[in-house]
């Protein structure tokens, strides 16, 4: 157990949706990154924030969007959904900047119908 | 940029026989490079990581990896595989911006036959 969680971990909509997932980081640490991990894009960075600030973004679609609040938990919020969004979504977590390990959730797996 | 080549998409190997998954890696910089292993249905699990100290890196459960710089590569090992070890494993580049971003690999599917 890495000690990152994630909700809900199965979730499934229909296309056009909106959808919430959640993400609580370990204990203390202040980054939380999101990635997507697909069978044709293979796991992508999507964005991180660190203590409530984005701090770099990766191929993440306009249609997505995520925040960080103040008890560092985050969402990411998936929106317009289409059939190609179907796929894992990783939440990590890592301490200070430059701290180099990333811990892993167990994911939330997202089909869209 | 950096990025990193998986170059077997799967290796099959038979219980106790050893283990290897190749890595090449590309980077314009001195890089900090982890291997993670993801089991059927869960998350990313780290099993061990070079950040510039020893070029041999030793992880859990028996797995090491060794960074050769003139090579661009940071290959997996085990000596001894084990049935419990099936499953998918990522090399990973972590990037070089204000962030910690990770650059994963296309993945290596290990399959143990008993």
């Known amino acids: 157990d890495s000690g990152v969680t994630q909700t809900p971990k199965h979730l499934i909509t229909a296309t056009g949706q909106r959808v919430t997932l959640r993400c609580s980081p370990r204990?203390?640490?202040?980054?939380v990154y999101w990635y997507q991990q697909s069978l044709d894009q293979g796991l992508q960075f999507l964005i991180q924030?660190?203590?409530?600030?984005?701090?770099a973004k990766g191929n993440i679609l306009e249609r997505f969007s995520a925040q960080q609040f103040p008890d560092l938990h985050s969402e990411l919020n998936l929106s317009s959904l289409e059939l190609g969004d179907s796929a894992l979504y990783f939440c990590?977590?890592?301490?200070?900047?430059?701290?180099?390990?990333?811990?892993f959730g167990p994911g939330t797996r997202l089909t869209v119908t | 940029a950096q990025s990193v080549t998986q170059l077997d998409s799967h290796v099959s190997v038979s219980e106790g026989t050893p283990v290897l998954l190749r890595c090449n890696y590309s980077?314009?910089?001195?890089?900090?490079l982890f291997w993670y292993v993801q089991h059927p249905n869960k998350g990313l699990q780290l099993l061990l990581k070079y950040t510039s100290a020893a070029t041999l890196v030793k992880g859990i459960n028996g797995f090491e990896a060794e960074f050769k710089k003139s090579e661009t590569s940071f290959h997996l090992t085990k000596p001894s595989a084990h049935m419990s070890d099936a499953a998918e494993y990522f090399c990973v580049v972590r990037g070089n911006n204000a962030g910690n971003m990770l650059t994963f690999g296309g993945g290596t599917r290990l399959m143990v036959k008993p």
């Open positions: 924030y660190y203590n409530g600030e984005e701090r």
């Open positions: 204990s203390g640490d202040l980054s």
């Open positions: 990590a977590s890592s301490g200070r900047l430059g701290s180099y390990e990333q811990y």
């Open positions: 980077s314009s910089y001195s890089p900090s």
